[in-house]
């Protein structure tokens, strides 16, 4: 008995043995890893079978392997289905949670490898940049791209470093914008029309500048749920490290919006730009608008703001247009048929913030040709159109002002009115820290937590100093 | 019967107390672990309902969705025009990265306990050099925090090709787990008299063969101990593998921190994948419940 | 003698024929070698030799994102001067004291405390005890995970308790400053105290029956029993927990990472999350690895303690 337990160990540790040193040590993880939850068909659009992800009949030993990386929400899992439909490489797609998105890609970055195509957001350009990752395509656009049929913005938000320096070092392979969604049944609910009307003079409709959003979201706050919703306003309001960009994304635009600036970009100064009195008056403005929100909102992430909307908690929201897909499902969204879509609202100006992200080729790819081909087709017109078709979001004008696109969801007629107007904010290598101290004291200060003006003040102290230690001899030429 | 003097009156209250006490400590380290159970079989629109529901079958309907969402796309998000039906019977990516974490730790635990028992072996019964250096540095290796650590192999591991492979990874939890394998089983054999092979080794056997024939079959229950111990601690490292095998030959831990991923929470499947992962750990708990004392303090306290 | 047990073993395997044994030209000091060389080459090549890469490191300029193609730059001690003069770093290190003292503290009070109650013979013990110790042996990871799920203010249980039960302004568990580092502590709390209470009951039944008799005879107090026999007794075993779970918390990082990430502010941000911050998000491998150094020697004094006392142990119960 204990003799053949001997044994039993013997084989027991040469097996391993084998089996860990003939492991395949590269079974790519089949697609995207499942992020989470909603199902998909809408109720609206009539999709022609343009994804079957059928097998390619070409033996995939004499196609090219792809894999490209981006960060887990639903235009992800888009992705993954539509580049089944790309006949001349097999493409894997994979997503990684937003707190993991940066970390991941240029920890393989420092390892010479991962994706072949890596989404970066805009804000990664920079370092992606300065530490010779990614490659240039100025050139290589001339000849393959439409450069013509893009939004000029996007074309530098998506690819441009240094800022106005034209060169190239990506392409859009989502366009986003924040969009406005609110209760369309409410909205039209002839009781709360007319005690709107009595209470302040106006009437319920459509905001048209964010000081009217307010109002609005103040009286149902006030109205307790006595015409279905029990609170006027809520959104991405998280400002942990872990949230990436979500409270700043929401903030800037309400700042750029009231006259407001991040950042002098010639100068390379935030003493005095940031913290100055509108901006000040565009914290305070936003403190009112965060007490209109539902309890434990402080951390609200993008899921627990579609919930808000789709659990019939809030009335009205700003978020990116990439999420619609969560919001048009009727089986992970309860109010689905209630919700209607516009334009985010502006004040004195009229900004609204750049979301999206374009497709990048890693310097360490071993397959440059394979992985430009397919960016050529992504953003050629068919391909933009498939996209648009799977919910994705083009930065073309021609696809922007196609039936296609705009048939496609419930949301995208706003979509190209929107993109007007859109702006991002600083994409310098430093990004990083200066991001992390913007969430934590917008987050403090709309939770009441900080004063306005202390926490702007220290948002520009902490930026101005690492912008200092950074370029100690002032903007880079 | 209310007598505040007597003796038997505060016996009374001293009971009361003890299993008031000790009730509510079961229920305060019981009740997560019972949340989780009953997550995992709650239909999504129950999950997040308030007032929250407690029993199966008496509040809700228990349903098996979440276990099945767990192991195919059932719930994977589509673009919109896609349908999900066909996805019901696709296997999802877990079951492959369970099977990495099997591999994975079964290597490790076998491996690392085969070479840390003959260790102690010879720490324990033959006269090394240096001998309470080695032991020392041994266990201060049980010391350092991961991350610190996780540095210099990080780059060690880019250098010899080792990042995204199951070598690697492997080789890394057998040297975390040898110090304690090593501890464990030299206080072990400590205790075993060394007249055992001697008398074998006058009988004619060689030392190899006294060890193999008598030792070894002596030290089997020890070995086991041990070995649940290191297969535990290498089935729930996260931060190595997060960095290392991110993607390729990843285990289940990071895994699971990628399902809290970026639109709805699915709670239900998320509890429903910890349910799967944590079962074996509770199993083995409970088979090495004799053991625990002696394998948490790294062989320090013995009852 | 153990000649009975040996004889046994000896009868079920065949008599040995030649006069030479098996394998004997393997004497002593070759499998000397042969069973320590190999865990010596993992823990010299995996342990060690990174440790001291690491080291060369700490006193380089080099960042691994930027510097790839133009490799370390001496600076000497500059890491370490940088690091010990930067408020952020101090502050680091008081929120991982705040966690160590917090969770251990609680640990200690509520393991003994269950110890003394588990300390007597009731109906269903063994089970209860068992089960009471499975929170410890779970993944620190998808503990924290499912303890963020009940933390919501929105989705979760607790708050339900608090809000709906109790009537209390609803906690936020993970976004207000004050309560942060307090959910932190309460999952560690929950996942460790088992282990304290598993040595302190060890301690507990270790001490003899017949000292309590005695005193019985010369009828003292309970109180009086407690604090001079259970006591003294226990403690020694109480300092090795104490000192285990401290070691253990300074090292923390998992738990950290999935329930707050180190906010709301940095209240959360122990040292682990910061390392990992300055060395897998920044990338900045040189300041990392001098910052690892400096948390290597706050631990390796915590160690030697620690040594001390279980050498104190092995030394009294010999």
Known sequence: MHKRMNWAIAVLALLSILLTACQPAATPAPTSPPPAATQAPAATSAPAATSAPAATSAPSGSKPQLSIIWFAWAPCQALTDYVKTYPDADVTVRCVPIAQWHDQIFTDFAAKGGADIPILDSQYIGEAVTGGHILELTDWMKTNIDVASYVPSALKAYGEYPPNSGKFWGIAAEADAQMFVYRKDIMTNATAMADYKAATGKDLEVPQTWTELLQIAQFFKKSSGKYGVANGYTTHWCGTPACYDQIATHWNQILWSFGGELWDPTTYKVQGVINSDIGVKALQFDKDLFQTGPDGQGNFQFNETVSALCDGTTFMTTIWYGFGAAFVDPKGCKHSADLAYGVTPGEVKHFISLGGMGLHVSAYTKNKDAALAFVKWFESKDGQLGWAKLGGFSARTDVLSSDTFKNAAPYNPSFADAYQYVKDFWNLPEYNNMLVTEMNNLNLAVTGQEEPKAALDAIAKDQQKILDDAYPSGPPK | ?303 | MATTTNTNVVESTPARTSLRPRFGWLGDRALATLFIAPTMVLLLAIAIFPLIWSLFLSFNKFSIIKDAAKGPVWIGLANYGSLLTDGDVWARFGTTARFVISSVAIEFLVGFALALLLNRNFKGRGVIMTLMLVPMMLSPLIVALFWGYMYRPDAGVIDYYIHNVFGLPAVLWLTDLRTAMWALVIVDVWQWTPFIMLIALAGLSAVPQYLYEAAEVDRASGWFKFWNITLPLVTPLLLIAVLFRSMDAYKMFDQAYALTGGGPNHTTEVLSIYLYQMAFRDFNTGKGSALGYIMLVVIIALANLLIRVLNQLRADSR
Not at chain 2, 47 to 65: A, E, N, Q, S
Not at chain 2, 98 to 120: E, F, H, K, M, W
Not at chain 2, 279 to 295: K, M
């Open chain 2, 1 to 303: 019967m209310l007598n505040f003097g007597s003796r038997r009156f505060w016996h009374m209250v001293g009971e009361v107390l003890f299993w008031a006490g000790l009730s509510a400590a079961f229920v305060f380290f019981m009740f997560p672990l019972y949340w989780m159970l009953i997550t995992s079989i709650k239909a999504r629109t129950e999950v997040t309902l308030l007032p929250p529901t407690y029993f199966p079958y008496i509040d809700f309907r228990p349903v098996l969705d979440n276990y099945l969402a767990v192991f195919t796309k059932a719930s994977e998000l589509g673009s919109i025009s896609v349908s999900t039906t066909s996805r019901n019977v696709e296997i999802s990516t877990f079951p492959g990265i369970l099977l990495n974490s099997i591999v994975i730790g079964g290597s490790t635990t076998v491996l690392a306990v085969v070479l840390g028992t003959l260790a102690a072996y010879a720490f324990s019964r033959f006269r090394i050099r240096g001998e309470g250096d080695l032991l020392f540095f041994i266990l201060s290796t049980r010391m350092l925090p991961p991350i610190v650590v996780l540095i210099p192999i990080f780059l060690m591991f880019i250098a010899v090709n080792l990042r995204d492979s199951y070598i690697g990874i492997t080789l890394l939890y057998i040297t975390t787990g040898l110090p304690f394998v090593v501890w464990m089983m030299k206080g072990f054999f400590d205790d075993i008299p060394k007249e055992y092979e001697e008398a074998a080794m006058i009988d004619g056997y060689s030392r190899l063969d006294a060890i193999w024939k008598i030792v070894i079959p002596e030290a089997l229950p020890a070995m086991l101990a041990t070995a649940v111990f290191v297969l535990i601690t290498a089935w729930n490292e996260f931060v190595f593998v997060q960095i290392l095998n991110p993607s390729k030959a990843t285990t289940v831990p990071p895994f699971l921190y990628g399902i809290i991923g970026y639109g709805q929470i699915e709670w239900g499947r998320m509890a429903a994948t910890s349910v799967v992962f944590l079962l074996p750990i509770v199993i083995f708990t409970f088979l090495v419940r004799n053991h625990l004392l002696r394998g948490v303090t790294f062989g320090a306290v013995r009852r």
